[in-house]
């Protein structure tokens, strides 16, 4: 990759490294946070730090990453959409048998990310995960709009697909069975709730005096700490 880039500055191009050290970082207004004034529940600033990106315009503020290990210790991500916030902790769905389901089942641990790249704020929650009861399984499936319904019935999610018509084959099958059964819950739709050990809310500094704020559950309760940058 080095010799590679060598022969493209000495064609007069920029390189890929300098490329990327010329694009801007935090190159606008950025909100104020004040540790100080921050509750002693992480769960109270992390709802109003959501509220505050929902009303400043912020682009799917909801979504967020997920990160779990399978049995081979890898780790793995892939961006989700937040379902719900208590005091309890993070709801989030997928299918049991998917490979996120899967790696849960085996490692029953997690973390998630949340990015407001217009507020220049980071979200990290790390905890063990559980199944949420059924009855609140079956209520997100069936808020879901009917395009998501469908897919989630075929119940393949991360399996190789090995011919595209059979997905449109699958599509048609599941959309006849909800039309059949409007009440219809995919068996293996599950949501899953994940327990804060840890949350830390990090607001970017464009001279990079970047303010963290970690929460630490502890047995006497939370604990927080304020973390270099």
């Not at 293996?188 to 050990?197: A, F, G, N």
């Given at each position: 990759m080095a010799h590679t880039l060598g022969m493209i500055r000495e064609n007069g191009t920029v390189s890929m490294r300098d490329l990327l050290r010329g694009l801007p970082v935090f190159a606008r207004p950025l909100p104020a946070f004040d540790?100080?004034?921050a509750g002693s529940d992480p769960a109270d600033?992390?709802?109003a730090w959501l509220q505050e990106a929902i009303t400043a315009g912020v682009s799917e503020p909801h979504a967020m990453t997920l990160a779990t290990a399978g049995p081979d210790g890898l780790p793995d991500l892939r961006v989700l959409i937040l379902k719900d916030l208590d005091a309890e902790g993070l709801y989030f769905a997928t299918e049991s048998i998917s490979a996120k389901g899967a790696q849960l089942g085996?490692?029953?641990q997690a973390a998630l990310g949340f990015y407001w790249r217009e507020q220049g704020r980071q979200i990290r929650v790390r905890g063990p995960v559980q199944p949420a009861v059924p009855e609140v399984s079956a209520q997100d499936f069936l808020a879901r709009p009917i395009g998501s319904r469908t897919a989630s019935l075929?119940?393949?999610q991360s399996t190789v697909l090995h011919d595209p018509a059979d997905l449109a084959a699958e599509l048609a099958a599941a959309q006849a069975r909800l039309e059949a059964d409007p009440e219809l819950v995919a068996e293996?739709?599950?949501?899953?709730?994940?327990?804060?050990?840890s949350v830390e809310f990090w607001q970017a500094d464009t001279e990079r005096r970047h303010i963290r704020l970690r929460y630490r559950r502890t047995a006497d309760g939370w604990r927080t700490e304020r973390l270099w940058p």
């Open positions: 540790p100080a004034a600033l992390l709802a085996v490692n029953p075929i119940g393949r293996h739709h599950t949501v899953y709730l994940l327990k804060p050990m």
